[in-house]
């Protein structure tokens, strides 16, 4: 088997997160492969329909919970649309784990603060789980979605469990217009939300995702707040093809996305050329 | 000068090449094409072989097929069926390689095998026995002498050859070219000093330039408008990328023949278009030209070295006789280095 031919997968479940955003539950066919299966919070894979072509997503679930795995997308292109008509039974393709992780076990018996504008949640999340489900290692856990409505939060079920949580503090926010008669979380952009919550920055990390420009505003309100550079976190996706060092299109200056990342740390991305 | 080397005559070339095909070993070789250009292609014969003339393509297709399936696929209902490929490892010999192409393979095995290991690219390389001759001198567009070859660089190559007027003077270069040798030994005969000696390699080119000194400065001018400057006259048309013996980046695409079945495939490609890198929101990285040359000499002379330790360009010079709007890459590494050089540059 070259390393370019998938395993195959399962649609085991399927879970509209938002009217363009959908999260697919996969099992691998293969018993010695779903049982052998693990990977890294922050790791990434290509997936595929068959006919269609692949598509790079992370890891949506969290390595905690074995045997299957989770990825959420966007429809836009020609692979995600036929993802989005996958019905649950319907077999796919999926080839990884790839890349480098979030660096959890530096992380123990720290606070972390999750930040996450849009479907950047779904590399926090597989983050988020792992944290939560081995709690007590860690201690303040603090989270900061925003969306740019209410329609457009993912992870619904999830967020509402987390805010039910005594040992979480979320903070849920949409974009000025975007909230409806009965929103009660925030209204306002990530950054600012991020400056009323102020997270402390003493013994914390911070694990940011989302649009660039959501990335942009948001690392000066951390650094203001005291997080150095090399404890924030963030994961880039670029487009990839192949996702094992060989296609060539994935580099920001020197460094590979597939391979050196896909997270980073805020000073690790300073020294790189405005490329991404 | 070559020593303890063999000898091949006309005859005993031509008697080889048809034991080859016997033996249902495929030879390829620099051939007349239709329009008269030069192209590595099967040969059965001798009959259209033109040793001595650089191929307007270089050596990589064959190791790197413009298009390639990776698997086949089948649907069944829900299901599907994915059916492996056997490696393409059909035993070869290349007749006549350049030198500057079959330095590109060792430069190449460095990306593909390091930590994943690339199947196709690997069986057709451990498949096919790679023989050079040395490249009788250049035009104004090569540069091998400036990337660490030469004319008769022996790298890449299992057996090196010279012509030596009735015929070639042969040097073992690996032990699969040895095993070559003996394998065939009855078409070659041992040098016994009365031969002509073959001609001195040509002069080197003109371009001197220092590539340590050029990635010093690549890595240090990211912004500089040099980059927007030799960006304005290219087209994007990735000519460049198709001709050159290193330039490796792919595409991976499905290819359905029909709606149940098809393959997926993978596509030569090239940094020079904008899809290259363009997300699926729309945000592109490298938005505009300058951005995809900047890389290209960037991915050449800076990012491979620095991965690799050694420049991803073997100075065949084809960019620039390809290119149809006469970027040449001898003067930007000219100016590059010149630069370089001089007060305040990099490399100093």
Redesign the interface.
């Known amino acids: 088997?070259?390393?370019?031919?998938?395993w195959?997968v399962r649609v085991e479940e399927r879970i509209d997160e938002t009217p363009d955003t959908r999260t697919l539950r996969l099992r691998f066919l293969d018993e010695e492969v779903a049982r052998n299966f693990r990977f890294r919070a922050g790791q990434f894979g290509e997936y595929?329909v068959?006919?269609?072509?692949?598509c790079t997503f992370c890891i949506a679930s969290s390595p905690t919970r074995q045997g299957y795995i989770e990825c959420s997308f966007?429809t836009?292109?020609k692979v995600?649309t036929a993802m989005k008509d996958l019905?649950v039974?319907?077999?796919?393709?999926f080839r990884g784990p790839y890349g480098n992780h979030f660096p959890l076990d530096r992380m123990e018996g720290g606070n972390i603060v999750f930040i996450a504008g849009g479907i950047g949640l779904a590399p926090v999340r597989c983050v988020i789980w792992n944290v939560l489900d081995e709690r007590p290692k860690y201690r303040d856990v603090t989270i900061i979605h925003g969306a740019r409505s209410v329609a457009d939060l993912v992870y619904k079920r999830e967020l509402k469990e987390w805010g039910e949580r005594p040992d979480v503090r979320l903070w849920t926010t949409v974009d000025p217009g975007g909230e409806t008669p009965d929103w009660k979380g925030e209204v306002g952009f990530v950054p600012a939300i991020v400056q009323k919550a102020a997270p402390k920055a003493d013994n914390s990390w911070a694990i940011v995702c989302g649009p660039?420009i959501m990335i942009q505003y948001t690392l000066p309100v951390l650094e203001k707040l005291g997080f150095p550079p090399d404890r924030i976190y963030t994961t880039l996706?670029?487009?990839m093809?192949?996702g094992?060092?060989?296609?060539?299109?994935?580099?920001?200056?020197?460094v590979y996305v597939c391979?050196d990342g896909p997270v980073f740390t805020a000073a690790e991305l300073a020294r790189l050329?405005k490329?991404? | 000068m070559m020593t303890n080397s063999t000898l091949i005559t006309q005859e005993g070339l031509s008697a080889l090449v048809e034991d080859l095909r016997q033996a249902r070993i495929q030879v390829i070789g620099p051939a007349r094409v239709s329009d008269g250009a030069v192209e590595y292609r099967r040969m059965t014969d001798l009959s259209g072989w033109t040793p001595g003339v650089q191929p307007r393509r270089s050596l990589k297709e064959w190791f790197l097929p413009v298009t390639e399936p990776l698997f086949r696929y089948r649907k069944e209902g829900p299901r599907v069926l994915v059916e492996e490929l056997a490696p393409p490892d059909a035993p070869r010999v290349v007749l006549g390689a350049y030198p500057c192409d079959a330095a590109a393979l060792p430069i190449l095995d460095a990306v593909m095998g390091w930590d994943y290991r690339d199947e196709p690219w690997f069986a057709r390389r451990e498949a096919t026995v790679v023989i050079s001759q040395a490249c009788p001198g250049g035009d104004r567009s090569c540069f091998c002498t400036a990337v660490g070859l030469t004319p008769d660089s022996a790298a890449g190559s299992d057996l090196l050859w010279k012509p030596n007027g009735s015929g070639w003077q042969v040097r073992v270069e690996t032990a699969k070219g040895e095993a070559f040798l003996q394998q065939w030994s009855r078409h070659f005969q041992p040098a016994n000093g009365n031969h002509v000696q073959p001609a001195e390699p040509p002069p080197p080119q003109p371009l001197r330039a220092d590539p340590e000194r050029i990635r010093a400065w690549i890595e240090t001018h990211f912004e500089d408008p040099f980059w927007q400057e030799i960006s304005l006259r290219c087209h994007g048309c990735g000519g460049c990328a198709a001709v050159c013996p290193t330039c490796h980046c792919f595409d991976i695409v499905d290819e359905p023949e029909n709606p149940v079945q098809g393959a997926r495939r993978r596509n030569w490609d090239t940094c020079q278009t904008a899809l290259f890198t363009r997300h699926a929101s729309g945000h592109n990285p490298r938005e505009d030209q300058c951005g995809r040359c900047r890389q290209r000499v960037n991915h050449k002379f800076a990012i491979y070295p620095a991965r690799f330790g050694r420049v991803l360009c073997t100075g065949c010079g084809r960019c620039a006789r390809t290119c149809p709007s006469g970027q040449d890459i001898t003067e930007i590494l000219s100016r590059i280095d010149q630069w370089a050089a001089g007060p305040g540059g990099a490399g100093t």
């Open positions: 088997m070259n390393v370019y031919q998938p195959r595929s068959f006919g269609e072509g692949e966007k836009v292109g995600t019905e039974g319907d077999e796919m393709g660039p996706e670029n487009r093809k192949c094992i060092g060989k296609c060539g299109r994935c580099n920001i200056g020197p391979k050329p490329e991404f």
